[in-house]
């Protein structure tokens, strides 16, 4: 059984840094892709970054990019989201999902049940 366990999150004050980290069971990170993504109050689910299989490609949403760096440690099995000059936006609950690529689409079918993030002006 594949589980997914977030952990980091926390109360900041707006320019400060998180990093998160995703830890699995049931399944090798570094042969799945893995993405990370948030969800705020009243608001529908975002994607915030992923990395490929094998850590050879990263993606980011525009709105974290160059602030957010994700990376995969394969001796651990974790992927961490470091978060860099964050904004009271960014506070949400963050959640990181793994699954598949048919070579169109993801498919992100395993989440972890998700770490609070607040950001304090």
């Known amino acids: 059984q594949i589980q997914l366990v977030e952990s980091g999150g926390g109360l900041v004050q707006a320019g400060d840094s998180l990093r998160l980290s995703c830890a699995a069971s049931?399944?090798?990170?570094?042969?799945?892709?893995i993405g990370w993504f948030r969800q705020a109050p009243g608001k529908s689910r975002e994607f915030l970054a992923r990395?490929?299989?094998?850590?050879?490609?990263?993606t980011y949403a525009d709105s974290v990019k160059g602030r957010f760096t994700i990376s995969g440690d394969v001796a651990k099995n974790t992927v961490d989201l470091q978060m860099d000059s964050l904004r009271p936006e960014d506070t949400a609950v963050y959640y990181c999902?793994?699954?598949?690529?048919?070579?169109?689409?993801?498919?992100?079918?395993?989440w972890g049940q998700g770490t609070q993030v607040t950001v304090s002006s």
């Open positions: 999902a793994t699954g598949t690529w048919d070579g169109v689409t993801y498919s992100w079918d395993y």
């Open positions: 049931g399944r090798t990170f570094s042969r799945y892709p």
């Open positions: 990395i490929s299989a094998r850590g050879t490609v990263t």
